[in-house]
């Protein structure tokens, strides 16, 4: 989570500095801002940082993008931070080769945050495959 952030925050061209946390069992990420309460969730905070970088066009640009974008960070959070198994690993990379089959990118033909935070998300079990 906050190793991303940051790895995010760099990719954005944002000059860091943020201060990351986590909260509970499943080590939720947190940004804790100057102004007010702090943000919680790995998607919230990296939505955040986009529009901070002025980069908006990352969270899609049509109201189909943007669904489509907010679909696979949903997916990022629920199946792919949630699985440890084998077989969740071979059910999320089947998903994700069908989905790619007929597009460059997540959300289509444009790079997006759903991208980077999927292999963000996916690196580490990538680099362990034969």
């Not at 500095?17 to 969730?41: A, F, H, I, S």
């Not at 970088?53 to 640009?61: C, M, T, Y």
Request: include cysteine.
């Amino acid at each position: 989570g906050a190793e991303e952030l940051e790895l995010l925050e760099r990719l954005l061209g944002l000059p860091g500095g943020n201060k990351y946390g986590v909260q509970g069992e499943r080590k939720v990420p947190v940004l804790q801002t100057n102004n007010g309460p702090g943000l919680t969730g790995l998607m919230t905070i990296a939505a955040h940082l986009v529009r901070q970088a002025g980069k908006d066009q990352l969270l899609g640009s049509t109201a189909e993008e943007k669904a489509v974008v907010q679909q696979w960070l949903e997916y990022r959070v629920t199946r792919v931070n949630g699985g440890c198994s084998k077989e969740d690993t071979r059910t999320v990379l089947k998903d994700l080769n069908m989905h790619l089959e007929d597009k460059v990118y997540l959300a289509g033909n444009i790079f997006t945050l759903a991208d980077i935070l999927m292999y963000y998300g996916l690196h580490h079990i990538m680099v362990s495959i034969t």
